[in-house]
């Protein structure tokens, strides 16, 4: 199986940064993505990271060191609305992804 | 562009009863499909993968006579529980990825399952 680790759960002050991590062992790596999920809905696309470094999208950016099997997802200016759950999926060859356990962030006035 | 639908959303059947949900992709040709199951609290778990025409790609500990996958257009994949059990009960979500072999994989919203 596919070995990737995030932390169950996170909570975060409104217009703090929070940097969620994951961990992932696995062969034939072919990228990194992470999702937002709202309970009960699908997951939305954030972001994609196949080479090393920091990829930057508004308050949102992704980093990813291969050697090191880790990436981390930064949100800043964190708001009400981005309680949801983070998830870190690994592809695989062409087309297949694999979810880590997700984790739920939880932001705070 | 690039939206997936499910339907339906929501269904509850009884045990030993049979359960189809259809994966479309509206604005776009969907070369692969692929089937994830969530259950409370924990992240998706890929099923399985489909290529139009051709038979699904199963993963491991997945029955494939359990959880039928047809995927007869380039705009329709369905999968079918048979015999569903309560432990089926779950939301069963669907990606597609399009011709154009673009990296995403664009989810459609979820079909929540309960069997009684």
């Known amino acids: 199986g596919q070995n990737i680790d995030q932390p169950t759960e996170m909570t975060a002050t409104e217009g703090a940064i929070v940097q969620i991590n994951c961990t992932y062992q696995?062969?034939?790596?072919?990228?990194l993505f992470w999702y937002q999920q709202h309970a009960g809905e699908a997951p939305t696309f954030l972001s994609y990271n196949v080479l090393d470094g920091l990829e930057e999208k508004g308050r949102f950016s992704s980093f990813l060191s291969r050697s090191k099997g880790y990436s981390y997802l930064l949100l800043k200016e964190l708001q009400m609305k981005d309680s949801a759950s983070y998830l870190c999926?690994?592809?695989?060859?062409?087309?297949?992804?694999?979810f880590g356990t997700g984790t739920r962030l939880t932001v705070i006035p | 562009g690039a939206v997936v639908s499910q339907h339906p959303s929501r269904v509850i059947c009884k045990s030993g009863t049979s359960v189809k949900i259809e994966c479309r992709s509206l604005?776009?040709?969907?070369?692969?499909m692929f089937w994830y199951r969530q259950f409370p609290k924990q992240s998706l778990m890929l099923m399985a993968t489909s290529n139009e025409g051709s038979k699904a790609t199963y993963e491991q500990g997945v029955e494939k006579d359990k959880f039928l996958i047809n995927h007869a257009s380039l705009t329709l994949s369905t999968l079918t529980v048979t015999s569903a059990h309560p432990e089926d009960s779950s939301f069963y979500i669907c990606?597609?990825?399009?011709?154009?072999?673009?990296?995403?994989?664009?989810f459609g919203p979820g079909t929540r399952l309960t069997v009684t």
């Open positions: 604005d776009f040709q969907a070369t692969t």
């Open positions: 999926a690994v592809k695989k060859g062409a087309n297949n992804l694999f």
């Open positions: 990606s597609a990825t399009g011709l154009a072999g673009g990296l995403e994989q664009y």
């Open positions: 696995t062969s034939g790596f072919n990228g």
